[in-house]
């Protein structure tokens, strides 16, 4: 009789076991709701498909890293999505950025034009995520094309040191297109760029950070996209950015750093200030660039209420009348 219990007690303790192994596994898989009351483009009313699951008629964007080189597991490296109709531009590759996008539903092995505003690690840091992983698949990228400031040097460095390994996989059957071949590199210099890929009409600019730095537009269908990379103020941003539908704008200077010590307080947005724009000098460029609408990203830490409501404000000071968003990781807006 005991023998008898034993066996039931352990069938239930085993059951119950891997019943909890799929509870946190599902948890771990599934999206985060959106806490800052923004509202993500779906069109599947019970929320059970990806708002990219679709092919829009136009443009679709998504920021998926908007957070700083701080981890955090909430909001990762900069990164933002521009979709039009069935071709994908990644603007810059932070922390984390691969698995938001294959969260929300997007195969990087589908992205064939990655671009960089510039090369620091909180925006370059899933690089060798998507470079080996979106290509050593059955259906992988049998294409690149590279564009930003250090993208030759990015690639030298990565074909160098994956060398074996990217040798290792093609033995196993995956052909050289994609990595060693078939791979367009263009590395930006201080001069503006302009190319059309897919119907899409791409222009940059050099911004000032503290390396070399690019903006982007994307024009197609009389809709426009700019992603500003991290910048400080500058007076050619607002005639790069005019009549933008969607300006995804630097928002490192958004935060009252109210989590970081008192001492230290000071001294970081005094750092920050001189690499970063002002939250003024945003509301400022919104104004004078006549945006219809504002996304900020490249958090300097949590999303308030109230941290909205006062940054807001401060774009309406200056006279920006438009629509303001907060982004997170994962957000799709349709401009």
């Known amino acids: 009789m005991k023998r008898k219990v034993l066996v039931v007690i352990l069938v239930l303790m085993i059951t119950l076991s891997f019943g909890a192994c799929g509870d946190q596994q599902e948890g771990a898989t599934g999206a985060d709701p959106n806490e800052n009351g923004n509202e993500v483009v779906s069109e599947n009313d019970s929320g059970d498909v990806s708002a990219m699951e679709s092919i829009p008629e136009g443009f679709r964007v998504m920021t998926v890293g908007t957070g700083n080189p701080q981890l955090d597991v909430k909001a990762g490296g900069g990164s933002t999505l521009v979709q039009y109709q069935d071709t994908y531009f990644l603007v810059d590759c932070g922390f984390n950025s691969m698995a ?34 979106g290509w050593g698949d059955p259906n992988g990228r049998r294409y690149l094309n590279l564009i930003g400031p250090g993208t030759q040097d990015l690639y030298d460095m990565t074909t160098e040191f994956y060398k074996t390994d990217i040798e290792y996989r093609q033995n196993v059957g995956f052909p050289p297109e994609g990595t060693l071949e078939n791979v367009d590199v263009t590395d930006l210099t201080e001069s503006d760029f302009e190319t059309e890929i897919d119907g899409v009409k791409i222009t940059a600019i050099p911004v ?10 994307f024009e197609a269908d009389g809709k426009s996209v700019v992603i500003s990379g991290d910048l400080t103020y500058t007076e050619d941003f607002a005639p790069f950015a005019e009549d933008a539908d969607l300006l995804v704008m630097d928002g490192m ?11 230290f307080r000071d001294q970081l947005i005094g750092s920050l200030s001189k690499s970063h724009i ?5 509301g400022q460029i919104a104004k004078e660039s006549n945006a219809e609408h504002l996304v900020l990203t490249h958090l300097g830490g949590e999303v308030t209420d109230a941290l909205v409501d006062a940054n807001t404000e401060v774009y309406r000071e200056q006279g920006f009348e438009g629509d303001v968003t907060f982004g997170y990781d994962g957000m799709v807006i349709e401009p």
């Open 100 to 133: 938001t996008l294959i969260n929300n539903g997007v195969k990087i092995s589908e992205i064939e034009q990655m671009l960089f505003t510039h090369q620091h690690n909180d925006h370059n840091a899933d690089f060798w995520t998507f470079f080996i992983g």
């Open 208 to 217: 000032p950070h503290t390396i070399d730095t690019y903006a982007y537009r």
């Open 253 to 263: 200077m958004t935060s009252d750093y109210s989590d970081v010590p008192e001492d």
């Open 278 to 282: 002002l939250n003024e000098e945003i």
